[in-house]
Structure formats: C-alpha cells, structure tokens
C-alpha cells in the first residue's frame, strides 16, 4: 500500500513539476492574481469554462498542488504505521509539502522571484524525497544491497549534491539570468555521474545497476535538451515549430533534471544502505572472532597448568587400581617382602 501510494504521489509531482515549468515559461505565473482563492472562488469551486490562456496553466497548477497534497497525506498515513525511519520521512514530506505550498502562494502575493526560485528548487527537493520513500517501500528496495568501496559511496553522494546543486543554477538562469553558473555546473556534472553511474553499474546491484543505466540515458537525453534550449533562448538561430518548441524545450529539461536528481538521490541512499548493512556483520564477525579466541586461550591456560609448579591432582581412586592392575613384563617372579617370610 506504502510503495503504491509513494508512486502515484511521485507521478503527480513529475506532473506539478512539467506544469511548474509550463506557468514559468509561458508567463503565466501572475495570471491569477489572488491566494489561495482564484478570482474569489473557492479554487476547486472555479469554472472550468474560464480555465483559457494563463489561467489554464496557473490554476491547473494549483490543482495539481492540492492533489499533491492530498496523495502526501495519505502517503504519510501509510508510512505511519511502518514506523522508524519510513515514519519521519512521511512527516518530513508532509512538511515540505505544506511549506511548498505556502512558498507559491506567497508568490503570488508578494511578487517576489526570489520566492519563486525557492518555491521550484523545494519542488526538486520533494521530488527527491519521494523517489526515496518509493525506493524504501519497494519490494527490491528490501533486497541486500551489495557493498561498494567507502570512496564509491562519497562520490555518488557528491553526484546527488552536485546535481542539486546544479538545478539551483538552472532556477538562478530561469529567473535572474545566470547562465554562467548553469554552464559551469554543467561540466561537473557530466564528469562526475557518468563515472559513478559506471561503477555503479558493474556492481550488478538490484537497485544500483538499472538506476545507473537509467540515470546515464538520462543525461544523454539532458544534454540534448541543454543545448536546445540555449539555442532557443540565446541565439537568433531558426528552431522548429517555433514558439511551441522553445517552450517545450526548457519545460523537459527541468523534468529531465528532476528525474536525474531522483536518480542520484536513489544512488546515494541505496549505497549508504550497503554500508550500514555491512557493519552489523563485520561487529558480529569480530564478536565472533572474539569469543573463538577466549574460548581459545582458556583451553591452552588449562592445559599449561601443570607446567606451573603446581601438577594437577589425580582422582585417589586411580593409583591403587592402575598400581594393582600393572601387569609385570620381567622374567622373575616378584619377591615377596621379608617380613612375610615364616621363621624357620
């Protein structure tokens, strides 16, 4: 029930995301221009029929927020009753959720970009999140994950925070115009993931391996888009379909980013789990190494004790049934004592 929900809840936030990215492009951002009402209605009260242009795009949007809201909820319901860790996390979604939608609102309201670009890198964040609650919940995410190298695990939490990080480039070029950052982080994040995505790989890990294969098809796609939407935005060059394409364009990218961050993200946690897994039983190994080897040195203490001085005492029942019983191997007979010889 758990791993179903996460992963309608992930679905409907890759939508909230592609539709983030549509009110963003298209402009459409301020097209309502009250909270959390739409035009004074009730938002889920408002007309379909007036739904056109701007509005389109802006109320879908928020449709699709309380939607998201709604399935997180319910996601932390279930999460709720497995306890521990799954049970923080459901709370933590819950609060991400709710403070994401505070951030657009406030949006709207204050008419700040810089709100805006909190509101869309909290939006990748939660999408991270999620991906990991559904990887937790999975039936193969239960599988042992295989052990990696302690280095292998630290750059693949480097390739989470680089393409994170990255992301937060892309919002700063969305809305300051920053396109330097968002080139340089670039290049470091086509360095670094393909090389983790390729260890990751040949260690043949139920989960490790196919995310890897999915995150390096990923970023062929992203550097595709990437490029694409530089030529569209920053160049005078023709570009087909025009204005449908140029919005396109920048819209998939920022979806395709959000699944690459999934995939990092996933990366990170599934090998930081192979490394917790694995230290239980080498502290089980060693405790068992342990007592082997005090079993070890009371067997050799008891033994050496009679080279001690002190030789260990025989059973007194012993001695005269072993003197008795000795059988005599000389030729002679055995002498009597003399004081058992009669006097003559």
């Known amino acids: 029930m758990a791993y179903r929900l996460a992963l309608a809840t992930l679905g409907a936030t890759g939508v909230l995301i592609l539709l983030g990215g549509l009110v963003t492009n ?17 938002m889920v009260l408002f007309p379909w029929s007036r739904m056109v242009g701007g509005i389109l795009y802006e109320h879908s949007h928020r449709l699709m927020g309380a939607l998201v809201g709604v399935l997180t909820l319910a996601l932390a319901g279930a999460l709720w009753r ?25 949006r709207v309201v204050l008419l700040e970009d ?31 994950a295989s052990p990696v190298e302690p280095a292998l695990r630290g750059l693949a939490v480097l390739a989470a925070v680089l393409v994170y990080v990255q992301i937060v480039f892309g919002a700063l070029l969305t809305h300051a115009g920053r396109i330097d950052l968002h080139l340089a982080g670039a290049v470091l994040v086509f360095v670094l993931v393909p090389l983790v995505a390729a260890q990751l790989r040949r260690t043949g890990d139920a989960v490790a391996a196919p995310v890897s294969r999915l995150a390096s098809v990923l970023l062929g796609v992203q550097l595709l888009l990437g ?28 979806l395709v980013g959000s699944l690459i961050l999934a995939a990092t993200v996933v990366l990170a946690v599934r090998v930081g789990t192979a490394a917790k897994e694995l230290e239980p039983a ?7 190494t342990t007592a082997s080897s005090d079993r070890t040195d009371r067997a050799l203490r008891s033994r050496a004790a009679p080279v001690s001085g002190h030789p260990r005492p025989e059973p007194a029942s012993r001695t005269p049934l072993q003197m008795s019983r000795q059988p005599s191997f000389s030729a002679h007979p055995r002498s009597e004592p003399a004081s058992r010889t009669p006097l003559p």
Request: hydrophobic content about 50%.
């Open 282 to 288: 080498e502290g089980s190994s060693q405790g068992h």
């Open 114 to 144: 810089t709100l805006a670009i909190f509101h869309g890198c909290l939006a990748q964040a939660f999408f991270a999140l999620l991906a990991v609650i559904a990887l937790l919940t999975a039936p193969r995410g239960r599988v042992a």
């Open 82 to 106: 497995e306890g521990g860790r799954l049970r923080r996390l459901g709370l933590v979604a819950v609060a991400v959720v709710g403070a994401q939608g505070v951030l657009g609102g406030l």
């Open 26 to 42: 298209t402009g459409a951002a301020l097209a309502v221009p009250d909270w959390p009402s739409t035009f004074g209605y009730n």
């Open 227 to 254: 490029i694409g939407s530089f030529l569209a935005r920053f160049s005078s060059l023709w570009i087909p379909g025009e204005q449908l394409t140029v919005t396109a364009l920048p819209v998939a990218h920022r």
